[in-house]
């Protein structure tokens, strides 16, 4: 099941829960976020946290296989910017389309942001920096 | 108390889609990764038809070997494998890792263009079906009560921050390599050191980012 209609097919169930899950954890709710991040109420960082202990045990059950990850100069201050942006805006690449699926209008200039972002990150990249970055979205 | 699901069955939610995806497609599942893939569609478009043509001249190399090896036993030189793809390093796409343990076939390949447009559609779609069914839509011009009283009420200030993060987060993202799906819940479910690091430092950050919003400005 590795074809390109099944990966379609695996694609659109995915970014479906992916949207529903999202949002009804509350990852849309920037109130909700803070709050989080701010330790005032962790149930959203249980959820997260759980999350990637059930996908530990059953990756490690089933034998998935651990791609090397090489740990590059572009890491620790990728991470920080994304860090600093989403407790700003409230959103990483996914959130803020789940913002717009909510009501949330302003949160186009979220993902007006995030599209800048991601063009001048590959555009600097490939003038200045000439990082071999990695990705882990394939 | 918020209407919102207990952290139990988010926690059972964002596995399952991230297990679901592992399974069936055999790749990491990354959102910010299919913005890049989407946004760059031109020069990947041109990078899946040389790899398709690729695909299609290797298909041709081996089935020359098979019909040889009937007519004669030597052993034959392997087809070669396909190039790198000449623009890895500026499009952080990752290619041809070799397999660690003993896993399910591994997929070299990114996950075609048109897959990764319709992942970020559906993302919209399943987002607004929830707000919908839990009586959560309503089409607003702010962000909410708590962005007004954390960071700003003035709308025009409100659009600058937005777009100034999701510059932070866009660019973030991808000079890291991933974000909070493929390096959060892919790569620290598989225990990638990489992805272990990046999510240490962008939920610390975040967390120092928020209390300074929350507590000091």
């Known amino acids: 099941m590795r074809t390109r209609g099944a990966v379609l097919i695996a694609n659109i169930i995915t970014g479906l829960a992916l949207g529903y899950t999202v949002s009804n954890i509350g990852f849309g709710d920037y109130a909700e976020l803070n709050r989080m991040f701010t330790f005032q109420d962790l149930r959203m960082f249980f959820a997260f946290a759980g999350a990637v202990g059930i996908i530990v045990v059953v990756f490690a059950f089933l034998r998935v296989r651990r791609t090397p990850g090489r740990i590059h100069a572009g890491v620790v201050p990728g991470a920080v910017m994304f860090g600093s942006g989403w407790a700003i805006s409230g959103g990483c690449p996914a959130i803020p389309i789940v913002q717009v699926s909510s009501g949330y209008l302003p949160a186009f200039a979220t993902i007006g942001g995030v599209m800048a972002g991601i063009w001048l990150c590959r555009w600097g990249n490939a003038r200045f920096f000439h990082l071999d970055r990695g990705s882990c979205g394939l | ?217």
């Open chain 2, 1 to 217: 108390m918020s209407d919102y699901w207990p952290w139990w069955a988010g926690a059972i939610g964002l596995a399952l889609v991230t297990i679901n995806y592992t399974l069936t497609t055999d790749r990491s599942f990354g959102v910010s990764a299919a913005w890049d893939r989407v946004l760059h569609w031109r020069a990947e478009r041109r990078i899946e038809r040389l790899e398709d043509q690729f695909t299609d001249q290797r298909a041709l190399a081996e089935a020359l070997t098979a019909a040889t090896q009937q007519f004669d036993d030597r052993p034959v030189a392997p087809a070669s494998h396909p190039p790198a793809r000449s623009d890895a390093p500026a499009s952080g796409q990752q290619i041809g890792q070799p397999a660690v343990g003993s896993a399910p076939v591994a997929s070299h390949r990114p996950a075609p263009l048109v897959t990764q447009a319709a992942l970020l559609l559906s993302i919209l779609v399943g987002g607004w079906i929830a707000a919908v069914t839990s009586g959560r839509f309503e089409l607003r011009a702010d962000m909410g009560q708590g962005f007004r009283e954390i960071v700003t009420g003035n709308p025009t200030t409100m659009i600058g921050v937005l777009f100034l993060g999701g510059v932070l987060v866009g660019f973030g993202t991808r000079l890291a390599g991933g974000c909070s799906s493929g390096h959060g819940l892919s790569g620290c479910g598989r225990l990638r050191p990489v992805s272990l690091l990046a999510t240490a430092v962008f939920f610390g950050t975040a967390v120092l980012v928020s209390l300074l919003l929350w507590k000091v400005i």
